[in-house]
């Protein structure tokens, strides 16, 4: 057992005996479908804090030769499978955390030769009737040991892409696209290869290390396929962990939930437990980075950026064309190219039927707040965001003017003069204006309600805040907008909710251009 070749099993033992822990082992099932076979070169990514790492190390328990997992493995939905024998610890692992490597190395232009070296080493004492030269690559060490052997090979590397994302130097990056291209670009060596499992937060497909890593397959965030409920925590799984914990469901859906594929919902992993773990909401995710990947790109305002930033603030969702973004990150074309890259991070959730991404939840929400909070040309949305808690605080105290203001302000920022007069843009300037309630409510538009719909419905995660519904005219009045609500029924929608409702009535006027509001409380019987 060694630390790079067949390691062992302890790092997947600690993630078991935790005290939580999301059986996932039906991955290898997956993995196991892709041995010695012609398309085994597999490339998962996934954001920061979604399980790379232990993922990686319970496929080194299963694989690695290095231990004996059976009883690891024997309460896991892996071991009812008829093969698990077939492939339990039966093969060659070599395990490497290129992160863990870059971080603590102090040479790091020789990072590269130190590495291969050190596995080298490994591989010399595992097999020292091979000659194995000091000159050799890895790639050519382990082809040796095949020609010697017919011993195969499981290559399983962590944050393959660390060194793309960081600005290291050119000599690094040169060295370590040539060991990229030693391992999976050589045809001789491919038969040594039982599997090649790698993993990053960002995809291959970039134009410098595309050629390297062309031969394999690929599950992003974008589209994970049938790896998807591996990828995350699903919502079966944090509704069985809700109320074990005894942990409000709903509020964890809102805090941590919004990526899905294939209809899955997909949970961040590390929030959720993090959450259970403490019994208290708040960004978890946002206190293990910092959010100034998000200020870089929007500092930059790509092809007006910062508005689409502002409608998905304000809860809409925005077309993006999904891009091979370059190798170098800073080199942008387009603003598809920046929200391409922010939706691998997992900053933007994506659904690739509407081909629209989105602000996934309240964790992710106030990063991309702190992060506007941090750029000097962002006062006016920063002050935007302060207007919104305050026209909040006036709306549940029923101040009709202090609405109609907000209003006013809002619908400039959101429309040019060409669509100053568009419903859309009315309802875009309510999101926008009602920004700050977004943390603490869920909005709805177009709610099916008593006899018809409900322009905008705002449903409160804590029943001590009162539930609000907005209905909006044109060239109307106020009243009207509330006699609608009251006339059509839309509180019964609400039927089940017990706090205080309010009804708010707003017009906008095309000539004027601006915006009248009726404020009233409505007490059920």
């Known amino acids: 057992m060694g630390i790079y070749l067949n390691p062992g099993n302890e790092n997947f033992r600690r993630a078991t005996v935790a005290d939580i822990y999301v059986d996932k082992t039906m991955l290898i099932a997956e993995m196991n479908r892709f041995i010695d076979k012609a398309n085994n070169y597999v490339c998962v990514s996934r954001p920061r804090r979604f399980g790379k790492t232990i993922t990686g190390n319970m496929l080194a328990a299963y694989y690695s030769k290095g231990c004996d997992s059976r009883a690891l493995f024997s309460n896991y939905k892996i071991a009812r499978t008829e093969d698990f024998d077939n492939k339990l610890n039966k093969y060659n692992v070599i395990q490497i955390d290129v992160n863990s490597e870059y971080q603590n190395t102090n040479d790091k232009d020789n990072l590269v030769r130190i590495l291969s070296e050190k596995i080298i080493d490994e591989l010399k004492q595992e097999y020292k009737s091979v000659k194995i030269k000091d000159e050799y690559t890895l790639g050519e060490a382990i082809l040796a040991i095949y020609a010697a052997t017919q011993d195969t090979f499981i290559l399983l590397i962590d944050e393959y892409d660390v060194l793309v994302r960081e600005n290291v130097s050119k000599k690094l990056f040169d060295d370590y696209l040539s060991f990229l291209n030693g391992l999976f670009k050589s045809n001789t060596l ?59 469901y709903e509020e964890c859906k809102a805090w941590y939930d919004g990526y899905k594929q294939r209809e899955i919902e997909i949970y961040n992993p590390e929030s959720v437990v993090k959450c259970l773990e403490d019994k208290q909401f708040e960004g978890y995710w946002s206190k293990t980075s910092s959010y100034q990947v998000i200020s870089d790109r929007l500092s930059q305002n790509f092809q007006g950026t910062k508005d689409d930033v502002i409608k998905m603030l304000a809860g809409e969702k ?208």
């Not at 290390?209 to 396929?225: A, D, G, M, P, V």
């Not at 049938?226 to 962990?241: C, D, P, Q, R, W």
């Not at 060409?418 to 859309?424: A, G, L, T």
């Open 190 to 248: 491919r038969p040594a290869i039982s599997l090649a499992y790698i993993t990053g937060i960002l995809p291959v497909v970039r134009d410098k290390i595309q050629s390297k890593l062309n031969n394999f397959r690929e599950y992003t965030f974008i589209n994970s396929s049938n790896l998807t409920e591996f990828i995350g925590f699903t919502s079966n799984e944090v509704k069985k962990l809700c109320e074990i914990y005894q942990v409000d």
């Open 318 to 525: 925005v077309d993006v064309n999904v891009t091979g973004f370059l190798n170098t990150l800073d080199a942008f074309v387009t603003k598809d190219d920046v929200f391409t890259y922010l939706i691998h991070l997992g900053y933007l959730a994506y659904d690739v039927d509407e081909k629209m991404c989105r602000i996934p939840n309240r964790e992710v929400r106030q990063e991309w707040l702190n992060a506007l909070a941090s750029l000097d040309d962002y006062t006016i949305t920063n002050q935007i965001i302060n207007n919104s808690k305050q026209l909040l605080q006036k709306t549940l105290e029923e101040d009709a003017k202090a609405v109609e203001a907000a209003l006013d302000v809002s619908h400039i920022h959101v429309t040019s003069n060409r669509s100053y007069n568009n419903e859309d843009a009315l309802q875009s300037a309510i999101y926008l204006a009602y920004i700050y309630a977004l943390n603490k409510y869920t909005v709805i538009r177009e709610m099916t309600a008593g006899k018809g719909f409900a322009d905008v419905v705002f449903i409160p995660r804590d029943d001590e805040d009162p539930a609000l519904i907005i209905e909006l005219k044109r060239n109307k009045t106020a009243e009207s907008a509330l006699d609608q609500i009251k006339d059509k029924r839309y509180f019964e929608s609400l039927e089940l909710y017990k706090g205080k409702l309010l009804f708010v009535g707003i017009n906008y006027d095309e000539t004027s251009k601006k915006h009248s509001c009726m404020i009233e409380q409505f007490v059920k019987e």
